[in-house]
């Protein structure tokens, strides 16, 4: 078995870690052999004879010396830092299990040794708090405990405090959960306190450089670390190490050729491929491909050496462009098959698209570029619940120039849209002036965009009529163009004021032209929005079961999409939908619809007559249910987790407004394992984190977990935790 990942992962450690678990199984021995300062890898065969003490060769073929000696023994040989002798180890290793059948071999290594029969364990940084956190939660999360255990060895009385919590997980977070980071800036207690630490981590490699003596010296400081890595890698391998830097989360492999357009196919796919088996890249699965991603500790030491080579401008400039091609061909192919796939991949590239933003900015040359990337992006804005930044970038490029351009309108344009969709409206209200006087000297179809953004202002801004009005005008106005794409984005919010002002039939015609439209073009985004609606035009109808199955038809898509925004539209329709027949279920969805708002930073009063329409079902609802019940089910969604909470939506689950409590003798439902997962999900534990307490895949973790919910009738992990706290919480009266 092969422990492979990045330097500093801590594969030597859980090696020696491991060979400490299992040394009984092995009656001849457990030898350890480090590798890391032989450079000579014909000498390979003789350290390792050394190291299990054959002093002086019986042969002069160490390697067979090797074999006789290991050929009847029961034995375990670790061979740790293999990758740069990758070649001469795997030939050893292979010719070894060849002769001495009751022989195991575990290697750590940057890199696979790639010999038959090799079982390769990919090593994960440590986990990391998710986010701030109190102390009872962060201390369970391993790179804290490891920084809490180094930082007592340098200060003994060292505690996690409400007032250095924050900092901590700062530290931990930034440095990934790397342990040789980790205890590098623990170590730095000695002369600063936990917030200087996370201060000054925007350079890890300035400040991570002191680390224990009698360790190798590549352990001593994470840029030796990572030097010794870079040293491995061929000059082409270098380089493309310090080209890729300049992505930011990720990139996949489209992207990589756009970089290096002069290099030939193959010969660039096997020098990626490589830094993909040196545990450079990290690769992440997609369905039908592969993402690949660094490290940031990996990320910045590239982004050095690409800096000292002079051409990091170069490859910015070639990032920017192929981010804002990226971003034009989702705009132009939005209304096609591939629209599922465009909006997934323009969230997996948000933090590049910030990137080539910034470098418009920062280079002087790219107001243009960055505001037509800007315009492209406000799918991305509006499903992701990222209106705020797109705000702020428009802004910036708005400002840059004021060239009264079809660019500029476009931008304009988009601009009311994000002030009216986060209640910016006297903002949104000098952008449309703008935009009409722009319009004025532009062709006549640009007045299409200035009817479609006084409609959506009027709209968001509380002015039913004169949305009505301006929409319908533009509708019209798309549809002598044949600008489909126009259209729909005006109908959906036509259809939104016919509801307001309860024009069902109208309503229904807008609706029905979207799926007409939506159908031929292949278009789901409009189709989901249009869906919400209809099934609220279908309640004033008093059609209440059409009514649920529109929200939920909408809902699904929304899911596909991964649309935030959506998705919690859909939450609060349905409690309104379902508030007279079912005031429990609504009662809980209208908890769900708040904290599905809450996580994108958008309050529901911000779009046309839903925080007024929710206020008013939660009022009614507490009017019928109990307070209790009505506290418990609006204020924690009824304990569901966003995920339960949308199963719990699509009638896959059902409402868990209260957990009783059971009788001890409940637990015995469960098996000894199936107790134990129960006590990490109390604890907080994600499915990952219980695997890596229990030593388990996380596959069987999650199967415990499914057995647990099953055997126990529940529907989330927020269910089990409380009932594993009241099983365990002592009893009184008896």
Not at 289 to 307: F, P
Not at 571 to 583: C, E, F, I, M, Q
Request: with cysteine; glycine share 8%; net charge negative.
């Amino acid at each position: 078995m092969t422990l492979s990942g990045p330097g500093g992962v801590g594969k030597t450690r859980l090696a020696l870690r491991g060979a400490s678990e299992v040394r009984r199984g092995f009656p001849d021995g457990v030898w350890f052999v480090e590798l890391a300062p032989l450079e000579e890898p014909s000498l390979l065969a003789s350290t390792v004879a050394n190291a299990l003490g054959l002093r002086g060769p019986r042969s002069d073929d160490s390697l067979a010396d090797l074999g006789e000696f290991l050929a009847r023994r029961k034995a375990l040989l670790i061979l740790d830092n293999c990758e740069h002798l990758v070649e001469a180890c795997a030939d050893l290793v292979a010719q070894l299990l060849r002769v001495c059948s009751d022989l195991h071999v575990l290697t750590t290594s940057r890199q696979a040794l790639g010999c038959a029969g090799e079982h390769v364990l990919s090593v994960p940084p440590l986990s990391v708090p998710e986010g701030p956190g109190t102390v009872a939660a962060s201390v369970l999360t391993e790179s804290v405990s490891l920084f809490l255990d180094r930082a007592r060895a340098v200060l003994p009385d060292f505690e996690l405090t409400d007032d250095n919590v924050g900092d901590v997980v700062t530290i931990c977070r930034y440095l990934e959960g790397i342990p040789l980071a980790v205890e590098l800036a623990a170590v730095r207690l000695r002369g600063l306190a936990p917030a200087q630490i996370a201060q000054r981590l925007r350079d890890r490699f300035q400040l991570l450089t002191t680390g224990p003596r009698g360790v190798p010296n590549r352990q001593r400081t994470l840029r030796n670390c990572i030097d010794w890595s870079y040293e491995l890698c061929t000059p082409d391998e270098q380089a493309l190490w310090a080209n890729l830097a300049v992505f930011s989360g990720g990139f996949e492999l489209d992207a990589v050729y756009a970089l290096h357009p002069d290099r030939a196919g193959d010969d660039l796919l096997d020098d990626l491929l490589s830094l993909v088996e040196k545990s450079i890249l990290v690769r992440e699965e997609l369905p039908g491909q592969v993402r690949y991603r660094m490290l940031e500790v990996i990320r910045q030491y590239g982004e050095h050496r690409l800096v000292d080579s002079g051409r990091r401008d170069a490859l910015q400039g070639m990032h920017r462009t192929f981010h804002a091609d990226l971003a034009a061909c989702a705009h132009a192919e939005w209304l096609s098959e591939h629209q599922v796939s465009w909006l997934q991949r323009l969230h997996r590239e948000h933090s590049n698209f910030r990137a080539a933003l910034q470098f418009c900015i920062d280079s002087g040359d790219g107001t243009e570029v960055g505001m037509v990337m800007t315009t492209h992006l406000l799918t991305l804005w509006s499903a992701f619940g990222l209106i705020g930044e797109g705000r702020a970038w428009l802004g910036r490029f708005l400002a840059a120039s004021a060239d009264p351009t079809p660019v500029r309108l476009e931008a304009l344009h988009v601009g009311v849209w994000l002030d009216s969709i986060s209640g910016h409206h006297e903002s949104g209200s000098r952008l449309l002036d703008e935009a009409a006087e722009v319009a004025s000297g532009l062709e006549e179809t640009a007045q299409n965009l200035v009817k479609q953004a006084r409609g959506v202002h009027a709209l968001y801004s509380g002015d039913i009529d004169g949305a009505l009005t301006h929409l319908g005008d533009a509708a019209a106005g798309f549809r002598t163009a044949g600008d489909d794409y126009g259209l729909l984005q005006t109908l959906c919010p036509l259809g939104v004021a016919c509801e307001l002002a309860e024009v069902i039939e109208r309503g229904l015609e807008c609706h029905r032209e979207v799926m007409d439209i939506s159908e031929r073009a292949g278009d789901v985004y409009f189709r989901s929005f249009s869906l919400t609606n209809a099934g609220l035009l279908a309640f004033h109808r008093g059609d209440l079961k059409r009514a649920v199955r529109y929200v939920q038809d909408s809902l699904q898509l929304k899911l596909a999409l991964d649309d935030r925004l959506g998705i919690a539209m859909c939450l609060d329709s349905l409690a309104v939908v379902t508030a007279a027949s079912n005031p429990h279920r609504a009662a809980v969805l209208v908890g769900a619809a708040r904290a599905a708002y809450a996580a994108i930073g958008l309050p529901s009063n911000a779009l046309p007559g839903r925080g007024h329409r929710l206020d008013s079902c939660a009022k009614v609802l507490g009017e019928t249910l109990r307070a209790d019940e009505m506290r418990t089910a609006v204020e924690t969604g009824g304990g569901f987790d966003q995920d339960s909470a949308i199963a719990f939506a699509l009638d896959e689950a059902r409402p868990a407004v209260r957990v009783e409590r059971p009788e001890r003798g409940a637990r015995d439902t469960l098996t000894p394992r199936e107790r134990e997962v129960a006590s990490l999900i109390a604890e907080g534990l994600s499915n990952k984190e219980i695997g890596l307490r229990l030593v388990i895949s996380q596959r069987t973790a999650e199967s415990h977990v499914d057995h647990i919910l099953a055997k126990l009738g529940f529907t989330s992990r927020t269910q089990v935790a409380s009932w594993f706290e009241n099983v365990h919480a002592p009893r009184s009266g008896r």
